[in-house]
T-cell receptor
Framework: GQNIDQPTEMTATEGAIVQINCTYQ??????LFWYQQHAGEAPTFLSY????GLEEKGRFSSFLSRSKGYSYLLLKELQMKDSASYLC??????????FGAGTTVTVRA | IAGITQAPTSQILAAGRRMTLRCTQD?????MYWYRQDLGLGLRLIHY???????GKGEVPDGYSVSRANTDDFPLTLASAVPSQTSVYFC?????????????FGPGTRLTVL
């Protein structure tokens, strides 16, 4: 099975940087995904890592260390619209995703 | 339509009743999934299908059944609903296999079982 941990809540100021950590213990690994979910809406894809290192996509970056079972999502130049839940998900060898409980980020003016 | 649609958007259901949640995608994805999302527990996989004609059990399959008669449709049935099945249900789809295949999610169905 999969055990995926991420903080429940984080608060940051508009324009700041926030880092959301995700640790995982899995029986198989075939990539790690980050999704964004606004309240009352469906999750939407943000990033994907399968090799160690940093993937940058505009204001969002995601890092993976497979040996440590660790990933983080970095949100830079925070905007009010970034207030949402961020979901860490690990894909197993059968291409099924297991999700963490999500981190709710609140951006304050 | 473009993407994934789900119906109904929301439903209030009496315990013991049968209910089918509908999911349709037009992206020709071969894999489809059903999740439930509960506060503090995140998304949990109920059932999945890697291709038409095949299905598999996820993390929380009890009380639910699915069928995959064709590529586009993946209905989820609650044979006899119980209050613990009150949740938000998301359908998703993806290309099966390969290294970079994100899942696309439908808008969700909010189900309340009384």
């Amino acid at each position: 099975g999969q055990n995926i941990d991420q903080p429940t809540e984080m608060t940051a100021t508009e324009g700041a940087i926030v880092q959301i950590n995700c640790t995982y213990q899995t029986s198989g690994f075939n990539g790690l995904f980050w999704y964004q979910q606004h309240a009352g809406e469906a999750p939407t894809f943000l990033s994907y890592n399968v090799l160690d290192g940093l993937e940058e996509k505009g204001r969002f970056s995601s890092f993976l260390s497979r040996s440590k079972g660790y990933s983080y999502l970095l949100l830079k130049e925070l905007q009010m619209k970034d207030s949402a839940s961020y979901l860490c998900a690990v894909r197993d060898g059968d291409y099924k995703l297991s999700f963490g409980a999500g981190t709710t980020v609140t951006v304050r003016a | 339509i473009a993407g994934i649609t789900q119906a109904p958007t929301s439903q209030i259901l009496a315990a013991g009743r049968r209910m089918t949640l509908r999911c349709t995608q037009d992206m020709r994805h071969n894999a489809m999934y059903w999740y439930r999302q509960d506060l503090g527990l995140g998304l949990r996989l109920i059932h999945y299908s890697n291709t038409a004609g095949t299905t598999g059990k996820g993390e929380v399959p009890d009380g639910y059944s699915v069928s995959r008669a064709n590529t586009d449709d993946f209905p989820l049935t609650l044979a006899s609903a119980v209050p613990s099945q009150t949740s938000v249900y998301f359908c998703a789809s993806s290309i099966a296999g390969g290294s970079y295949n994100e899942q696309f999610f439908g808008p969700g169905t909010r189900l309340t079982v009384l």
